[in-house]
């Protein structure tokens, strides 16, 4: 680990008060510069640095229950009963659980990663929700997923994988659904059941898929070679 330079206008600070590793970015020192221009913070202080967690930790409790909120207006859609515009209970228990979950509550009391990158990614989740629903998304949604997606990499790297991998994989899935009929034959056939009807017999059928697109990326990494000369 090595010390890192203070957020910009935090120089007042005698000694660095934030250790970072080399594969966390910095963005979590501008929004920290932002936050003290914001509330037109004179001086740059452990407890006005501190006060960033504070503050994220409740947005992150007021973002997961609209997460959740959505989540249940997309199943009440699926199954064709009206959606609730005002958020359940369940909803609300929901964000004070995840904003009181041990590893975020712990860091909301200090200067760090885990918290601002848990807000990010929950906001990137939320516009994901969003995406899925009944009105296909527009240009500027498109747009503002990337700049979403970039800014969860640069809070922390391996955020990667639930704005890449697990999000990406979502709107796959939502894709292959909200396929036209005449379209879904030359597409891949989606077997996604519900989670109380999944079981352990559905392996061979998942390893079957497995290896059959490992097939078809093998045969065409070896037309591609064949094409260019590799091979």
Not at 103 to 119: C, E, H, Q, R
């Amino acid at each position: 680990m090595t010390k890192s330079p203070p957020p910009l206008g935090c120089e007042s600070t005698p000694e660095p008060l934030v250790l970072s590793t080399a594969d966390t970015p910095g963005n979590r020192y501008l929004l920290s510069v932002a936050y003290h221009k914001l509330w037109m913070l004179a001086t740059c202080t452990p407890l006005s640095l501190r006060s960033n967690n504070l503050l994220a930790t409740i947005l992150t409790a007021l973002v997961a229950s609209q997460c959740r909120h959505l989540i249940e207006a997309r199943a009440a859609e699926r199954e064709g009963r009206p959606v609730s515009r005002s958020l359940s209970l369940y909803a609300y228990h929901t964000g004070v659980n995840i904003a009181l979950f041990p590893v975020i509550f712990f860091f909301s009391a200090l200067y760090y990663t885990d918290v601002v990158s848990t807000l990010v990614v929950l906001v990137a989740y939320r516009n994901h929700l969003l995406r899925v629903g009944p009105q296909p998304p527009s240009l500027a949604n498109d747009l503002w997923t990337v700049v979403l997606g970039i800014a969860a990499l640069f809070m922390r790297q391996t955020n990667v994988f639930w704005v890449a991998v697990y999000m990406g994989g979502m709107e796959a899935v939502h894709a292959l659904r909200s396929a036209k009929p005449g379209a879904q034959e030359y597409l891949t056939k989606l077997h996604d059941p519900p989670l109380d009807q999944s079981g352990p017999e559905g392996m061979p059928r998942l390893f079957g898929r497995l290896i059959n697109c490992l097939h078809i990326r093998l045969a065409v990494l070896w037309a591609y070679g064949r094409c260019h000369g590799a091979l």
